[in-house]
């Protein structure tokens, strides 16, 4: 959806912990027999595109957390946001892992500051619990942005710790699961900023091919107290809160060869309100949304979004289109259609 959705696309946070370890640097809900369930949004010919486009718009401010590769700029790279800044620069000490495995055991705390490549820096400080010098449950990496840019365009500030809950890795395969906290993240990416507060869980997996392809798998899940996020540009403001239980999940394909073009799957289900709208909306990924690098906006994927008796369907006709087909009574049929450009759901 509107630029990228969402902490990983190229990195698994278990990697880059890992790394600093063997360097040895010097969540509503009622009550009763169950929660009620959330009162929607009535979704309108009028408000149809107003629903869309802040939908689009709660999906990138969850940008800075996890990676869901939907939409981005004609120029961008997979490096380009919040999640890309952490990636590239725990990367750094990612590549390090294997020639610092001969060290001696590392401290139990252990930060490294990494400069951002165009200014700024990024604190990481790991936290090895059990002192046992590997990625472990109960280990924590706390990852510090400071001014940090990847280009001129783009800024991220605060603080994100992840506390591992499990951890493996081989060779050509890293897997791990976490809680994640967001304190005061806030990041901008040309005209468009966001602020970033609350508790996740992440499942995130990276396999490398034969071929040297790789593949990366990042989910992440909104917690019992739920994420807050306030997305602006100008023309567009908004506060999204999603309810405990909204995932994000992207599915990025890189080719190891230079000129080949790498692509994305991205997916985002659960429940999310939208102030602007004063109330819930519910979006179910029918079809993941696809894009490939060296695109603009995805060329195919759908979405549903469900409001209070009825319900919008979004589906990408190709990187320039996407329909919005209306249920306004919940019959099941949709009684109104139109195509609108993919650069008016951008906020």
């Not at 946070?13 to 600093?20: K, L, P, T």
């Amino acid at each position: 959806m509107a630029r990228h959705f969402t902490l990983d696309r190229t990195l698994g946070v278990a990697a880059c912990f890992g790394a600093i370890l063997a360097a040895g640097c010097g969540g509503g809900g009622g009550g009763g027999d169950g929660p009620a369930a959330p009162q929607l949004l009535q979704i309108t010919t009028q408000n149809q595109v107003a629903v869309a486009r802040a939908m689009f718009a709660g999906a990138i401010s969850l940008d800075g957390l996890d990676d869901v590769p939907l939409v981005a700029s004609a120029a961008a790279t997979p490096v380009s946001r919040l999640s890309g800044l952490t990636t590239l620069a725990l990367g750094k000490t990612a590549d390090r892992r294997r020639a610092a495995d001969a060290m001696a055991r590392p401290l139990a705390v252990s930060t490294r500051t990494e400069s951002c490549p165009f200014s700024g820096s990024i604190t990481l400080m790991a936290d090895d619990r059990d002192s046992n010098g590997v990625p472990s449950a109960g280990d924590v990496l706390t990852v510090a942005f400071n001014q940090c840019r990847n280009s001129r365009s783009d800024l991220a500030n605060g603080t994100v710790v992840v506390t591992i809950v499990s951890y493996s890795s081989a060779p050509t395969s890293t897997q791990i699961s976490a809680t994640l906290t967001a304190d005061r993240v806030s990041f901008a990416d040309d005209a468009f900023t966001a602020s970033l507060n609350g508790a996740a869980t992440i499942a995130y997996s990276e396999t490398i091919d034969a071929a040297g392809t790789r593949l990366v798998r990042s989910e992440l899940k909104s917690g019992s107290s739920g994420l807050v996020a306030a997305g602006s540009s100008p023309g567009f403001n908004d506060t999204f809160t999603y309810d405990p239980g909204f995932t994000t999940l992207s599915v990025d394909s890189t080719p190891s060869a230079p000129a080949a073009v790498g692509f994305g799957t991205s997916s985002v289900n659960g429940t999310l309100h939208i102030a602007s709208l004063g109330n819930r909306i519910v979006l179910t990924t029918t079809t993941p949304f696809h894009q490939s690098w060296d695109q603009a906006f995805p060329d195919s994927g759908q979405c549903t979004i469900k409001g209070e008796r009825s319900q919008l369907r979004l589906t990408v006709l190709n990187t320039s289109t996407i329909r919005l087909d209306l249920d306004d009574n919940d019959d099941g049929a949709f009684e109104a259609t139109r195509s609108t450009a993919w650069t008016e759901m951008v906020p």
